[in-house]
């Protein structure tokens, strides 16, 4: 089984920038991947998805625009780069497959303050 290493996370003020990384322990390459947050109080949430290649990339309504997702297949790695973030990106963040095929990593938490 795959496991998931989310870092990246930390105390940032509105409109600054954050990379998120996540590092899988197996083989991705052919896995469409992505990244999912949880706030507080509220259930999971899809953020973004990429494609296996990285060719095409989706992300919830809210963060178009100011989110990018991409990934290193020869590093087996995904990343989450974040700017102007706003308070209600606050919570923790996840990786997984588009269909959160593999065990939950423990997040990573991003706190962003007014």
């Known amino acids: 089984q795959v496991q998931l290493v989310e870092s990246g996370g930390g105390l940032v003020q509105a409109g600054g920038s954050l990379r998120l990384s996540c590092a899988a322990s197996?083989?991705?390459?052919?896995?469409?991947m992505a990244w999912y947050r949880q706030a507080p109080g509220k259930q999971r949430e899809l953020v973004a998805t990429i494609t296996s290649g990285g060719g095409s990339t989706n992300y919830v309504d809210s963060v178009k625009g100011r989110f990018t997702i991409s990934r290193d297949n020869a590093k087996n790695t995904v990343f989450l780069q974040m700017n102007s973030l706003k308070p209600e990106d606050t919570g923790v963040y996840y990786c997984?497959?588009?269909?959160?095929?593999?065990?939950w990593g423990r997040g990573v938490q991003v706190t962003v303050t007014s």
């Open positions: 197996g083989n991705i390459v052919i896995t469409a």
């Open positions: 997984n497959t588009r269909m959160g095929l593999f065990s």
